[in-house]
């Protein structure tokens, strides 16, 4: 199993900018990684995904503006998220999952094992 840390949510204005981390208690490079994100009322929905060594996956609506990296030394995944949006504001959750049962797209029951999540606010 893997423990997962989210941090670097927070409030921002329309138009500005949040990196999220995630520190796992694991090699990184053994696990797909993702971000998701939930909103109250809403099914979790998959924002961008990490797949060893480098292949990356984004969302339609976050193309362009959100960017998923790992450090490996650190054992960290980042989301840099640039242009925010109202409509961007959610929990934040990082997970993992055995690459192998990691589709296309990819999907929440894909991964296995989640954070704790992380606020994002953007006010217009």
């Known amino acids: 199993q893997v423990h997962l840390v989210e941090s670097g949510g927070g409030s921002v204005q329309a138009g500005g900018s949040l990196t999220l981390s995630c520190t796992t208690s694991?090699?990184?490079?053994?696990?797909?990684m993702g971000w998701f994100r939930q909103t109250p009322g809403k099914e979790r929905e998959v924002v961008s995904t990490?797949?060893?060594?480098?292949?990356?996956f984004r969302v339609a609506s976050v193309r362009g503006r959100f960017t998923i990296t790992q450090d490996r030394d650190q054992n960290t995944l980042y989301l840099q998220m640039n242009k925010l949006q109202p409509e961007d504001s959610a929990m934040y959750y990082c997970?993992?999952?055995?690459?192998?049962?990691?589709?296309?797209?990819?999907?929440?029951?894909?991964?296995?094992?989640w954070g704790q999540g992380t606020q994002v606010y953007v006010s217009g």
């Open positions: 990490f797949t060893p060594p480098s292949t990356t």
């Open positions: 694991q090699d990184i490079t053994k696990y797909c």
């Open positions: 997970a993992a999952g055995d690459c192998d049962s990691v589709g296309y797209p990819p999907r929440q029951s894909d991964f296995t094992d």
